[in-house]
């Protein structure tokens, strides 16, 4: 369905956090502190709970946030928002704000830990960027 292709060398700081927001709500690892823990939201006094939650094991030492997919080169991933696990290089899917049907792209798109970042160009395709190494454009398999 995908693959990914070596575009460019770019070196950037790994995002060493486990709170990522998609519009007002959040990603977060499984495992709060407290049971009922909300996220705070700064636009209002009510905090809002993480839309997905994902297991911290295996590996795996933080989200790395990314973009909802608005490209038209896959139209079958429209309205999808992609992460990355930095450590594990592990690279996830959800679809919408509403955090339905998470999906694992690992197989197809990771080009291994140290996922540092993610871009979007001007036609709403996506980018994955290790801090190591190069920027993968995410395009279709031929």
């Keep these: ?77 429209v309205g999808n928002y992609f992460y990355a696990d930095f450590c594990a290089g592990s690279v996830h899917s959800i679809q919408g704000p509403s955090g339905a049907n998470p999906g694992d792209w690992t197989n197809l798109l990771s080009p291994g830990a140290n996922i540092s970042s993610f871009g979007q160009d001007a036609r709403g395709e996506l980018y994955i960027v290790q801090l190591d190494g190069p920027v993968w454009r995410i395009v279709p398999k031929p």
Excluded at 7 to 25: E, F, M, Q, Y
Excluded at 26 to 42: N, V
Aim: proline fraction near 8%; aromatic fraction near 6%.
């Design 1 to 77: 369905m995908c693959a990914i292709v070596d575009s460019d060398k770019i070196h950037a700081p790994p995002l060493r956090r486990s709170l990522v927001a998609l519009n007002g709500r959040s990603l977060r690892f499984k495992g709060r502190s407290a049971p009922c823990e909300i996220i705070a939201d700064p636009c209002t006094s009510v905090g809002q709970l993480p839309v997905v939650e994902y297991a911290h094991f295996g590996g795996t030492c933080s989200i790395t946030g990314g973009y909802m997919y608005r490209g038209s080169a896959l139209p079958a991933l």
